[in-house]
């Protein structure tokens, strides 16, 4: 390419110059400038500001020209010598065989990397070179006329095999003629070429001179750079979310002003008496200039500004008192560079601080409840469930409550979770506690002796039995309480008989004639869905109404995490003065059992603390010793289901992560993109890619 094609005529505007023909000239010849004379210095107008002007007049364009620095023309011989200079403007006039030129800065740049040869220009061709993106100048035989190494690289062309390449046989051909026919750039097309696997994100633009295509610009990018943009800007991304997240749960009003108090940040949460209007919408205003802030915000930032440290100031009058602090925040260079103000509404607080106190003064009254249902159970020497929990509480509130009453009380609960102890409970507390508590497992006896257990037998009412007769567990517990556990499992025959018996209050030992009358309070307990086997047709509908007067629903331990630690360091009590120990729990430890679902519940984790205990060697169980048995248990379990991944017990972190290289290495396998892989594992790209990464280095 000659420098010399680029030269082109300047147009001048004079004072009698038809502006509105100047302007269609420009249109007409493409020119991007148009000069003007004024006190014998030239000054250059982008023709752009012309076109836009509806009504040009000479006075308006002379003022918007004249304060700039006027041209000063260049000998076209100079011009690669004073490179720099040329470089620096957007247009330079040029003396040219005795006449007035111009060229504008991009030509003079396209023609000094396309065609330069001379030493003064050894400077710009390395300044090509070192651009860290791959540039190419293709003209239209698609003949490589220029290109630095890094557009070489990535499309691994050697640089001694440009003459007789072809771009239109690397890129397409396809992409070149669009940019050529529609002389519109066409931009972020990923190229993979057939000198390599590699994937190249490339821009076509048209080189155009006098409204024709003379060649075309090739920008080129790896990929993997790419990537990583990505990477950063989605790790950008979820800092900000993360910041926004925490902006929008903290309590206190939170704003953030610069150096000089504009607002750049602020809560969603803010406290209204502060503002009129919502300080989200005052965002890039100057908080010490506005009238819609209370007083007290900008009287701290500027003691912030003054002091450079931290100012507390508390208003008291009014109906909302207020504390407000400020703290700066500085740059490298120890320069102020933000101010971060929180506001706290106080009379939020003291509504926080008394609801606090009727919270305590509650705890206490359950305290006070749970010392005196204590000392009932204690003098009726029975056994009261251990509890800390608001759950249980209610549990046993109602316990007491039916205690005072005979009627019969149906326990609901998952097995494990001490039904029984809360059947002693309500035994304890009744008027019935002086008569022996009747137990009975449904579950446990056969069928064919579950008549003659429950109703008894007369003296030689069947072969074998007992030439005595023998009383049933109903007549035993005349005047007392009968625990019904399991009662699911009672055969249906059964489930007639009883029913009888408890509608009459009279039941016929097996052989007799003549009924004998109890005065009993049941109480029934299971750990199955009765109203689901009625539908079944597994359980009696009249039975099952007839013992549901009072149900009481048992909550699993799962529920009830407060009172894990109080109950495992129950059980670990009784496990040290049985057998004289001296063991304990660590905080980690009560922190693990807290976190395990127990699925066995209460049975579950006394049966836990006696196999720790017995395996522990020192005095202090730590969180290690219980999470082997609870991992041994959890192993056991998955074995004896699907098969256990793991051959021997591992740290759970060391678990955690051979599972998610796993999940990871499968993910890109199977996609062969980060971006899909991220979404097929419901996390960021960004974690995807750092992740791979790491499991590829341990690979090497």
């Avoid at 024709?212 to 979820?238: N, Y």
């Avoid at 039916?402 to 009627?407: D, I, P, T, Y």
Wanted: charged share 25%; aromatic share 6%; hydrophobic share 40%.
């Amino acid at each position: 390419m000659d420098l010399r094609t680029f030269l082109r005529d300047p147009i001048f505007i004079g004072d009698h110059a038809a502006l509105a023909a100047i302007a269609e000239q420009t249109k007409t010849e493409e020119h991007p400038f148009v000069f003007v004379h004024h006190e014998d210095k030239i000054y250059a107008l982008k023709s752009f500001d012309l076109l836009l002007s509806p009504d040009p007049d000479l006075g308006t364009i002379m003022a918007k020209v004249v304060t700039d620095v006027p041209l000063t023309p260049v000998p076209f011989n100079d011009l690669t010598s004073r490179a720099l200079d040329v470089l620096a403007e957007l247009v330079t006039l040029v003396q040219y065989e005795g006449q007035l030129k111009y060229i504008v800065r991009e030509d003079f740049l396209l023609t000094m990397v396309s065609t330069g040869t001379s030493s003064e220009l050894a400077w710009l061709r390395s300044l090509f070179a070192s651009i860290p993106r791959g540039l190419m100048i293709v003209d239209l035989s698609y003949a490589v006329v220029n290109s630095n190494a890094e557009a070489l690289r990535m499309l691994r062309i050697n640089h001694s095999d440009l003459p007789r390449l072809r771009m239109h046989e690397v890129l397409g051909l396809n992409n070149f003629q669009y940019v050529y026919r529609t002389q519109n750039s066409l931009l972020n097309q990923v190229i993979t070429t057939p000198l390599s696997p590699a994937a190249v994100l490339v821009d076509f633009v048209p080189l155009v001179m006098y409204q024709v295509v003379t060649g075309f610009a090739l920008v080129l990018q790896d990929l993997p750079s790419l990537e990583a943009m990505a990477m950063e800007l989605d790790s950008v991304k979820q800092l900000n979310q993360d910041l926004e997240a925490i902006f929008s749960t903290i309590y206190d009003e939170i704003i953030v002003v610069d150096a000089r108090g504009k607002l750049l940040r602020a809560s969603d949460h803010y406290i209204a008496s502060q503002w009129k209007r919502p300080p989200q919408s005052l965002i890039g205003q100057q908080i010490l200039r506005l009238k819609k802030v209370n007083d007290l915000i900008p009287k701290v930032i500027r003691e912030v500004q003054k002091k450079e440290q931290k100012v507390s100031r508390m208003q008291n009058e009014g109906d909302s008192p207020l504390l407000v602090v400020g703290n700066p925040i500085f740059d490298a260079a120890g320069g102020l560079e933000r101010i971060v103000v929180a506001s706290r509404d106080l009379t939020e607080m003291a509504r926080l601080k008394r609801e606090l106190e009727q919270t305590r003064q509650e705890s206490e009254s359950y305290r006070q409840e749970l010392e005196q249902l204590r000392e009932r159970v204690t003098q009726a020497q029975g056994t009261l469930p251990l509890y800390a929990s608001p759950l249980m509480h209610e549990v046993m509130r109602e316990v007491e409550r039916v205690a005072q009453f005979s009627a019969t009380v149906l326990l609901h609960g998952e097995s494990g979770v001490g039904k029984e102890i809360i059947a002693n409970t309500i035994h304890s507390l009744s008027d019935r506690s002086e008569q022996p508590f009747i137990k009975i497992n449904c579950a446990a006896i056969p069928e064919s002796l579950m008549e003659s257990e429950l109703f008894g037998y007369e003296r030689g009412a069947f072969s074998g039995a007992n030439q005595q007769g023998k009383t049933g567990l109903i007549v035993k517990a005349h005047r007392s309480c009968l625990f019904l556990d399991e009662i699911s499992e009672l055969p249906l025959l059964i489930q007639g008989k009883l029913l009888r018996a408890i509608q009459e209050r009279e039941v016929y030992p097996v052989g007799a004639t003549a009924p004998v009358k109890f005065d009993i309070q049941i109480i029934a307990a299971t750990n199955k869905n009765l109203a689901e086997l009625v539908a079944q047709g597994k359980f009696r509908e009249d039975l099952y109404y007839r013992i549901n007067v009072f149900p009481i629903e048992v909550p699993p331990l799962r529920e009830r995490k407060e009172d894990i630690a109080l109950l495992a360091n129950s059980f670990l009590t009784q496990f040290n003065q049985t057998y004289q120990r001296n063991l304990r729990l660590s905080n980690s430890a009560l922190d693990l059992l807290e976190a395990y679902p127990f699925p066995g519940n209460v049975r579950e984790l006394q049966n836990l603390i006696q196999r720790v205990a017995i395996k522990n060697d020192g005095e202090v169980i730590d969180a290690g010793a219980i999470e082997k048995i609870l991992m041994r248990s959890d192993t056991a379990t998955v074995s004896g289901k699907t098969g256990s991944r793991f051959t021997q017990v591992i740290p759970l972190q060391q678990a955690f992560a051979q599972i998610e290289e796993e999940l990871v290495t499968l993910a890109m396998k199977q996609y062969q993109s980060t971006t899909k892989a991220a979404k097929a594992l419901g996390v960021s790209q960004a974690t995807v890619s750092r992740k791979y990464r790491q499991i590829l280095a341990q690979q090497k």
